[in-house]
């Protein structure tokens, strides 16, 4: 928990509000699970030290989650991809991940929603080695080898959707997965590929120790709309619609602790961080891993709740990605609801 000197006193109190019981060391507030409730929930995310999960981060380093009266347990994979596959075999009950996983699943019949949005962006960056110098360069370049977190993850995703669009035939590219932290900034830097989509701070430092040039970033909010001609969304937490029948007052305590983080973040200082970050997630440099966070904080959802050109946007995605001929028909309001969120941002106006 930050100390009082790192939080001014307003927002001690306003953290204290949120999560009762915290600042004194105490038990948490009366737990919210219906009686009958599981008392865990497996969250699965990939690449959990990523900024792209700090929110989840954050929730569980400020005892939000504990707060709340809930049990998490978060299960750490390579990739989004294989995060996805713990939720679809029910070894996990939420997923942290990328939205346009539920508009893709939606496709093959799972009904899965978007409880909480966490990022206004996908977060996630298409670099290249500086010896390859354009993008054009690297798109003729044979036997292309490009990094991504692991096959089927949102990484994998803008990386196959920059190839096409620079008229690059899937075939011709092999993608390699290349983790997360260290090893993926050294598989660049040792030419093992000759690029790499991933998210911050992975990215900062190989623009900063490699030299790497930016092939298409979604970073930003004005570069994510102009890579996918509208607002598209990033991480979130969605879940399968009967864990959400089955444990609802869980799926609203969930989504309570998630949008405090979400405000909590909004004015976090470095040294507020500092203190929730656990040391090996800075990748040896903090400033650089710093330097990320406020290049990317804009894109963070400030109240959970998804954008309303979002879910269109990655419906587009998802067409312009696999090069359907004719779109499909997806019921896109089944694949999110911002009912949690807004009674979750009611109740943070309230305190």
Same mark, same amino acid.
């Given at each position: 928990?930050?100390?009082?000197?790192?939080?001014?006193?307003?927002?001690?109190?306003?953290?204290?509000?949120?999560?009762?019981?915290?600042?004194?060391?105490?038990?948490?507030?009366?737990?919210?699970?219906?009686?009958?409730?599981?008392?865990?929930?497996?969250?699965?995310?990939?690449?959990?030290?990523?900024?792209?999960?700090?929110?989840?981060?954050?929730?569980?380093?400020?005892?939000?989650?504990?707060?709340?009266?809930?049990?998490?347990?978060?299960?750490?994979?390579?990739? &989004? %991809?294989? /995060? !996805?596959? =713990? @939720?679809? $075999?029910?070894?996990?009950?939420?997923? +942290?991940? *990328?939205?346009?996983?539920?508009?893709?699943?939606?496709?093959?019949?799972?009904?899965?929603?978007?409880?909480?949005?966490?990022?206004?962006?996908?977060?996630?960056?298409?670099?290249?080695?500086?010896?390859?110098?354009?993008?054009?360069?690297?798109?003729?370049?044979?036997?292309?080898?490009?990094?991504?977190?692991?096959?089927?993850?949102?990484?994998?995703?803008?990386?196959?959707?920059?190839?096409?669009?620079?008229?690059?035939?899937?075939?011709?590219?092999?993608?390699?997965?290349?983790?997360? &932290? %260290?090893? /993926? !900034?050294? =598989? @660049?830097? $040792?030419?093992?590929?000759?690029?790499? +989509?991933? *998210?911050?701070?992975?990215?900062?430092?190989?623009?900063?120790?490699?030299?790497?040039?930016?092939?298409?970033?979604?970073?930003?909010?004005?570069?994510?709309?102009?890579?996918?001609?509208?607002?598209?969304?990033?991480?979130?937490?969605?879940?399968?619609?009967?864990?959400?029948?089955?444990?609802?007052?869980?799926?609203?305590?969930?989504?309570?602790?998630?949008?405090?983080?979400?405000?909590?973040?909004?004015?976090?200082?470095p040294a507020d961080l500092a203190r929730v970050v656990p040391k090996g997630y800075l990748?040896?440099?903090?400033? =650089?891993?710093?330097?990320?966070?406020?290049?990317?904080?804009?894109?963070?959802?400030?109240?959970?709740?998804?954008?309303?050109?979002?879910?269109?946007?990655?419906?587009?995605?998802?067409?312009?990605?696999?090069?359907?001929?004719?779109?499909?028909?997806?019921?896109?309001?089944?694949?999110?609801?911002?009912?949690w969120a807004l009674r979750a941002r009611q109740r943070l106006e309230r305190v």
């Amino acid at each position: 928990m930050p100390s009082l000197p790192l939080l001014t006193r307003r927002r001690w109190a306003w953290l204290c509000a949120v999560a009762p019981g915290l600042a004194m060391g105490a038990g948490p507030a009366a737990p919210v699970a219906a009686k009958g409730e599981d008392e865990r929930i497996r969250i699965a995310v990939g690449a959990r030290s990523t900024l792209y999960h700090l929110p989840l981060l954050v929730a569980e380093g400020l005892g939000l989650f504990q707060a709340e009266g809930l049990q998490v347990e978060i299960l750490d994979h390579a990739g &989004g %991809s294989l /995060a !996805v596959q =713990a @939720l679809a $075999s029910g070894a996990a009950d939420v997923c +942290c991940g *990328a939205y346009e996983h539920v508009v893709r699943h939606q496709l093959h019949g799972r009904d899965w929603r978007s409880l909480v949005v966490l990022a206004r962006t996908p977060q996630v960056a298409l670099v290249a080695h500086p010896r390859h110098g354009s993008g054009a360069a690297l798109a003729r370049l044979p036997g292309l080898r490009v990094g991504v977190t692991a096959p089927g993850s949102s990484t994998h995703y803008l990386a196959s959707l920059w190839l096409r669009e620079a008229g690059v035939s899937l075939a011709r590219a092999q993608f390699v997965a290349v983790g997360n &932290g %260290s090893a /993926a !900034v050294e =598989a @660049l830097r $040792s030419a093992r590929v000759h690029a790499v +989509c991933h *998210a911050d701070p992975v990215l900062t430092l190989l623009e900063q120790r490699a030299g790497a040039r930016v092939l298409a970033d979604a970073r930003s909010l004005k570069d994510s709309e102009q890579l996918y001609g509208g607002p598209m969304p990033g991480g979130c937490l969605f879940a399968p619609q009967g864990f959400v029948q089955r444990r609802p007052q869980q799926t609203q305590a969930l989504v309570q602790a998630m949008v405090a983080a979400l405000r909590w973040l909004q004015t976090a200082s470095p040294a507020d961080l500092a203190r929730v970050v656990p040391k090996g997630y800075l990748l040896g440099d903090r400033s =650089a891993y710093l330097m990320a966070f406020e290049k990317v904080r804009e894109t963070l959802s400030p109240d959970g709740v998804m954008p309303a050109e979002g879910p269109a946007t990655a419906l587009r995605t998802v067409v312009r990605g696999e090069s359907m001929t004719q779109p499909p028909r997806v019921l896109l309001e089944k694949t999110f609801s911002n009912s949690w969120a807004l009674r979750a941002r009611q109740r943070l106006e309230r305190v």
